[in-house]
């Protein structure tokens, strides 16, 4: 099943434009994913929707029917999984496995409008 490849809960932290960025991405067999992010201080954001992966690309849309600003190739590696850009393979993500902690679960913040200047990273 190519879903086996993507799915579970991944975990990203990076730094961009000299600010800290904490994901959790968790990816389910109803091909729905709840996306945990944290820009710099403050809580993590909880975004939600339903992705699509063909065995190659990984596409997504969130529950407001925004699509995710870039597809994603997929590639595997030991326990983690890297996600480059289509459009722009200089861009990607390397996630690791790692289980969504409870204290994020718990104490995320749902997006409001006036959160979304600040724009999800996948």
Same mark, same amino acid.
């Given at each position: 099943?190519?879903?086996?490849?993507?799915?579970?809960?991944?975990?990203?932290?990076?730094?961009?434009?000299?600010?800290?960025?904490?994901?959790?991405?968790?990816?389910?067999?109803?091909?729905?994913?709840?996306?945990?992010?944290?820009?710099?201080?403050? +809580?993590? $954001? %909880?975004?939600?929707?339903?992705? @699509?992966?063909?065995? *190659?690309?990984?596409?997504?849309? &969130?529950?407001?029917? !925004?699509?995710?600003?870039?597809?994603?190739?997929?590639?595997?590696?030991?326990?983690?999984?890297?996600?480059?850009?289509?459009?722009? +393979?200089? $861009? %990607?993500?390397?996630?690791?496995? @790692?289980?969504?902690? *409870?204290?994020?679960?718990?104490? &995320?913040?749902?997006? !409001?409008?006036?959160?979304?200047?600040?724009?999800?990273?996948?």
């Amino acid at each position: 099943e190519k879903l086996e490849k993507v799915l579970g809960e991944w975990h990203y932290t990076g730094v961009e434009s000299g600010v800290e960025i904490d994901i959790y991405l968790a990816l389910y067999t109803d091909k729905t994913f709840d996306l945990y992010q944290k820009v710099g201080e403050g +809580p993590h $954001y %909880l975004y939600k929707g339903y992705f @699509e992966y063909d065995g *190659e690309v990984l596409t997504g849309t &969130y529950s407001d029917y !925004t699509p995710w600003a870039q597809d994603y190739k997929v590639t595997r590696s030991n326990g983690s999984m890297t996600l480059t850009s289509v459009a722009n +393979p200089d $861009y %990607l993500l390397t996630l690791k496995k @790692e289980s969504i902690p *409870e204290s994020v679960r718990t104490h &995320y913040m749902p997006v !409001t409008k006036a959160q979304e200047e600040v724009l999800p990273i996948l």
